[in-house]
Structures are given as structure tokens and as C-alpha cells.
């Protein structure tokens, strides 16, 4: 297998959204869950899109992870790699995007460097380096709770610069719309000043694609699947209209369940939606960090008793006043990662009770999820909506079906929609 593109991406939902994106634009790609076991039969594909679970950890073990991952895929003939962020740079003044890119750059001996979180279709856009969730700055956003990583300022350039030990450029919107050698005598210029970074603005697809050709001149670019977008069409040289190269994939039946980690406010909206139209049971948070094992028996025995009628949703979930006295209470990280624990037993516990396909909305719940369950990799199937595509597995005992959704993505109806598209 020579790939043509490789991926390193910083939470399994990120990964199947950009996998979902290069699929489409016509590269067979497969995610695979950290670096693939030797022993793992992996399907001839373009594209690997290898998923770590390293947006909130320390530093630099998200350094060690991500140059293991990147020297996995260079030894495999990718000649450029791509570091998959969110597109809403989810990340604190202590990296984790900014070391991995100074790490990556290094080892791959870049000069200037895209980076772009920019991803219309969900309407992630930017303009002179500031990010836009829709129609407002990323500080005004739902991202300014993040339970884990609140995003206090839009401007990525000094978002970018307080994280990395080198300057970071920008190549501003006219730049893009100039087109690909403008934007090249732009990164020359930032190179001569010993920038070694620069916030590629775009606000159309027009802006992608430009991106897509100039990150190709050098090894490593950092974005989210708006870059993806842009790389595989430069790769393939072909148009939007390029045939998808998703997996058919048979229905397989069986109980069916949902589990929200995510407290998005685009989650919580879902979550009242799902309401009426299947069980669904709001979990306490504080039970989830004092008493989980009670918590989640409890869950599940609920959650058993439903199965055989239908699907059904249990959601740790909470409002942002819910999860500012939760922290107030244990913590942010303790209890972050003690709800994320009890999403992994109630996923664990529900695959017992004979669950073969499984929505889970959150980047981190997901990561959780998917370690507990051990799956080493996902093939790609049909998209359910912009950035969630469903995830058939391989490699795993178990054939299952997987949603893994970003907390912000998906319309209202979105959990009735994945269980559709999932038979
Ligand atoms: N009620 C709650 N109170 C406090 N924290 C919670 C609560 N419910 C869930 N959490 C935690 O909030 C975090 C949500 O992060 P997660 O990455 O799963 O979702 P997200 O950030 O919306 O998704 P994405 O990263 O894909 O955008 C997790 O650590 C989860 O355990
Ligand atoms: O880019 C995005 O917004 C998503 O793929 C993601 O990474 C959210 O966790």
C-alpha cells in the first residue's frame, strides 16, 4: 500500500470527519485507532487517517503520539501528512496544536507551513486570521464553554503563536483569492522572516482548493476537513463532482443505542429532540463522578428493559450552568474524565446487552468510547450529515455499526437521521 495522503488527527470524531471528507471527494481512505497493530489487514486504500485521542492530554505526549503516528504513515509513501484540529481550534495556551505542529514541521524538515481550521459547509470560516462559528467570533460562540477547552479569543494568529515556539504568519483572504502563486510568494516572503506558520483566511471553497495546491509544496499542514477538502482535490486533480469512494455497507440489524458525552449546544438541542421520538434518560452528573458504578447499572438496566422495542439515548450531557458547578464541585479535568469513563461502561454495557450500532456524539466521550470497546479501525460508509459519516468496523470481533458525532455538527433531528442510515 503507497498512500497518497496521510492524516494524523486529534480525536477519533475529528478523524472520521476528515476521512468522511477525503472519502467523498473520491480517496479511499480507512481511520484507523492509533497506530495500526502489524498484525492489522488493513483494506488497499489512498488515504489513512490515523486517530489519536491527544486534544486534551499533556503536551508533549500528544508530541510523542503524534510524530509516532506521522513516521507510521512517511514510512508508508505518504509524501504529505496532515494534522487534522478541530475547526473550532479547540486547544489552551499550553498546545496541544502548536507543539505537535513545531514537532511535526521539524521532523519533516518544513519551511512555511498552511494552517486552517476553516471548514464552510459547517460554516467554520476565516477572515484576517479570525475564526467565525457561523455568523459570530469563535469567542462568542458556544465554544467560549467548552467544558475542557473554552475558546476565549477568535484571532488565531496570536491563539496559534501563544502555543508554538515559533512566529506565525498570515496569508490573508486577498492572498487566497489571488490564487495558488500569490499565495506561494506569500509563504517565501514569511520564510525569509523565519515565520515558519501561517492562518490561510477562506471563507468559499474557492479558498480550499488554492490551500489544498500551495500545502502540497511542503510535507506537513495543520487544519480541519476544509484542508482535507482542498488536499484531495489537489491530489486528485478532480472537481467537486467526483464520485465518493464510501464503502456499501449491509444492514445488520439489532438493538441499537445513542450516547451523548458532548454538552454542545448543538448536542443538547439533538438530545431534546430525540425526546420525542424514542426513551431517552438524562444521567446526573455528580452521580456519574461519586457513584458510577451505581450510576451506570442503573443506566443500563433501564437501558435493557427498552432495548427490545427500540433504540433508545442516555446522555451525561449537561447545560453550561450544569457543567460550571460541576467543575466548581471536582474539578474540570476529574470530572471530564469521570463522565467520559462512565460513557465507556455504558458503552461497553450496552454492546453486552447485544448492541451492534451506536451513535455517540462527543469528540472526547467518543475516544473513551471506542478505547473501551478496543476497535482498531473504521472503513467509511455514507455520510449522515456534514462531518459524521457511519463508520462500518474492521479488524474488531464484533461487525458493528458507529456514528461518532462532533459535538457541534448535525441538524436537530440528527440522532434520528444516524439511526436511519445505519439499518
Ligand atoms: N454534565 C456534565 N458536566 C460536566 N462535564 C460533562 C458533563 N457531561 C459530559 N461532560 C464532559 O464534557 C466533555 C465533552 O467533551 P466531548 O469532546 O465529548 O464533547 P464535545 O467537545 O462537544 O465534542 P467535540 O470535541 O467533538 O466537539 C467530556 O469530557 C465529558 O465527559
Ligand atoms: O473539525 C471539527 O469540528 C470536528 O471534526 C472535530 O474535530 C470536533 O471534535
Known amino acids: 500500500m503507497t498512500l497518497r495522503l496521510g492524516a494524523v488527527a486529534d480525536d477519533y470524531t475529528g478523524a472520521s470527519d476528515l476521512a468522511n471528507t477525503l472519502t467523498k471527494a473520491g480517496l479511499r481512505t480507512v481511520q484507523t485507532i492509533g497506530v495500526p497493530d502489524p498484525a492489522l489487514a488493513l483494506p488497499d486504500v489512498d488515504a489513512v487517517v490515523v486517530a489519536l485521542k491527544s486534544r486534551a492530554i499533556p503536551a508533549d505526549d500528544a508530541v510523542a503520539l503524534s510524530r509516532a503516528a506521522c513516521g507510521w504513515l512517511t514510512e508508508r509513501g505518504a509524501a504529505h501528512v496532515m494534522f487534522k484540529v478541530c475547526s473550532t481550534f479547540d486547544s489552551t495556551d499550553a498546545g496541544n496544536i502548536g507543539p505537535v505542529m513545531d514537532a511535526l514541521r521539524a521532523d519533516l524538515g518544513a519551511a512555511t507551513i498552511l494552517v486552517s481550521p476553516a471548514f464552510p459547509e459547517t460554516q467554520r470560516t476565516v477572515y484576517q486570521g479570525h475564526l467565525f462559528v457561523g455568523t459570530v467570533p469563535l469567542s462568542e460562540s458556544p465554544l467560549k464553554d ?71 509544496d511542503q510535507p506537513v499542514s495543520v487544519g480541519a476537513s476544509g484542508l482535507g477538502l482542498g488536499l484531495a482535490r489537489a491530489l486528485g486533480r478532480a472537481g467537486p463532482d467526483r464520485a465518493t469512494a464510501a464503502a456499501p455497507l449491509a444492514a445488520l440489524g439489532g438493538p441499537a443505542a445513542i450516547l451523548a458525552g458532548s454538552c454542545a449546544a448543538a448536542t443538547l438541542e439533538q438530545i431534546r429532540i430525540a425526546e420525542t421520538v424514542l426513551p431517552v434518560l438524562r444521567l446526573a452528573g455528580a452521580a456519574l463522578v461519586t457513584e458510577r458504578a451505581r450510576a451506570v447499572a442503573e443506566a443500563l438496566a433501564w437501558a435493557r428493559e427498552r432495548l427490545p422495542h427500540g433504540p433508545v439515548l442516555i446522555a451525561a450531557s449537561g447545560t453550561p450552568e450544569e457543567v460550571a458547578a460541576l467543575q466548581a464541585r471536582f474539578g474540570r479535568t476529574e470530572s471530564g474524565h469521570a463522565i467520559e469513563q462512565a460513557s465507556a461502561d455504558l458503552a461497553e454495557g450496552l454492546v453486552a446487552a447485544g448492541v451492534r450500532r451506536l451513535v455517540v456524539a462527543g469528540g472526547e466521550t467518543s475516544g473513551a468510547v471506542v478505547d473501551r470497546l478496543g476497535l482498531p479501525a473504521f472503513l467509511l460508509g455514507p455520510e449522515i450529515a456534514a462531518g459524521v459519516p457511519v463508520l462500518a468496523t474492521v479488524g474488531a470481533p464484533l461487525e458493528m455499526r458507529f456514528a461518532l458525532k462532533s459535538g457541534n455538527f448535525g441538524g436537530p433531528d440528527f440522532f434520528a437521521r444516524a439511526l436511519e442510515a445505519m439499518p
Open 146 to 216: 467548552h467544558p475542557l477547552n473554552p475558546m476565549h479569543d477568535s484571532n488565531l494568529v496570536r491563539v496559534l503563536a501563544r502555543q508554538s515556539a515559533g512566529r506565525i504568519g498570515l496569508i490573508d483572504l486577498a492572498t487566497m483569492e489571488a490564487g495558488p502563486e500569490a499565495v506561494r510568494a506569500r509563504c517565501a516572503a514569511l520564510a525569509e522572516t523565519g515565520i515558519g506558520a501561517a492562518i490561510a483566511d477562506a471563507v468559499f471553497e474557492r479558498h480550499l482548493e488554492v490551500m489544498g495546491i500551495v500545502a502540497l
